[in-house]
Each structure stands twice: as structure tokens, then as C-alpha cells.
């Protein structure tokens, strides 16, 4: 499976145009009012026309009801569910079923013992996204800017696709991605100016650095190389 870039919390128009034709494989659209970067079912809509298949589209969710799901999915027409609250292994089941939409889950990581839970999202979600924590007096769960240390993931197998996201920006994306040997890594507040203002150049250079840094791992180039 080819690797993945995904800019997500995209609000406007032109910050979307911008990651499309930076190459973007997936685009995030927030759905969670406490996130600067939440986006109305009428924007999302609009957002939504606008990426013409050149994008996965992604709809990320905090614990949400069958209604809101539904008023998501309807506006926005994803082709992928974030799930990013504390959603239980049967509820990311029951969801699979009722939309009949792939799922993405995201879960928070810090120490080792945050991923107890992993085999049981694995077997139920069709790709997993390992985020930083947010501290205990945060008010959201992901947009937050601190990574965690990637090293937790270097024994990581999994027999679905997993990314990593949390903290991410240009600058450090490419050692994520040596350490984490992930399949995709997901960026949001890393290519920001301002909490929910995304910067055309950051989303350029952290697109850049990522393709490049998931090149150099590609075997047939090490080997190449040496």
C-alpha cells in the first residue's frame, strides 16, 4: 500500500486548493465545535465538491451519535471515518455497519501502556492512527502540537495500514517517519500560523519533506544508495 500524507483540519478554500495541489492523499475536515479548526455542514459541503476525487476525504469525529455521523457523512460525502474520542471497539463495529464506511482510529499514545488496547481496535477498524495525549486539562483530543516518542511504535506489527500523527511539522516529520517506518503520517496543527489558520507554504514543505523522507526509506533506494 502506497504511502499516505494527510492535512487535516483544512477550513478554507484556498488552504484546501493549496494541499491538493500539493499533492495531499487524504484531507481532514473537523466536525467537533471545541476544535478551532471545526467546520459547519454547509462549509463542509462546499469543501467537500471542491476536491473532485483528487483526495480521500476524511471526516474526523469526538464520540459521536448515529444523527451527527449521519449529518456529516451526508454533507461532506467522505470516504473515510476518523474517529478521534474514546469510542470502544463495539461502537467502532456498530459504525462500520451502520455507514458502511471505512474507519480510522485514533488512538492516544504516551507511555507503552497505551497500547494494551491496540489488538482490539486492530481487529474491528481498517487503519489506525497513533496520536500524542493530550494532558488531562486539555480541552480537545488531537490538534494540540506535542509529539510523543515515536520509539513506542518500533516493535509495532499490524496487518492493517497505520499512520502517525501528533506534533508533526517539516521540520521533524522525516524522523517520524525513519523511526516509525509508518505507512502515512497525518499533520494538523504543525502547518498552522495560528490555532485553525493553515499556512500555504507549511503545508508545501511538510508534503515535500514527507515524500522525501518516505523515498529515502524505500528499499530499492537504500540499496541503491550504500
Known sequence: MSFAVKICGLS????????LDAGADMVGFVFFEASPRHV?????RDLGRQVKGRALK????????DATLENCIEALQPGLLQ??????VARIRDI??????????????????DLTGLPGYAAVADRILFDARAPKDATRPGGLGVP??????E????????????????GNVAEAIRVTRTGGVDVSSGVESAPGVKDPDMIRAFIRAAREADDAMTPSKIASSV
Open 12 to 19: 478554507t478554500r484556498e488552504t484546501l486548493e493549496v494541499a
Open 40 to 44: 459547519s455542514l454547509g462549509a463542509a
Open 58 to 65: 476524511v471526516a474526523l469525529t469526538v464520540n459521536a451519535d
Open 83 to 88: 474517529l478521534h474520542g474514546d469510542e470502544s
Open 96 to 113: 462500520r455497519q451502520k455507514f458502511g464506511l471505512p474507519v480510522m482510529k485514533a488512538l492516544p499514545v504516551a507511555t507503552a501502556d
Open 148 to 153: 510523543f516518542d515515536w520509539h513506542l511504535l
Open 155 to 170: 516493535n509495532i506489527r499490524l496487518t492493517i495500514p497505520f499512520m502517525v500523527g501528533g506534533g508533526l511539522n517539516p
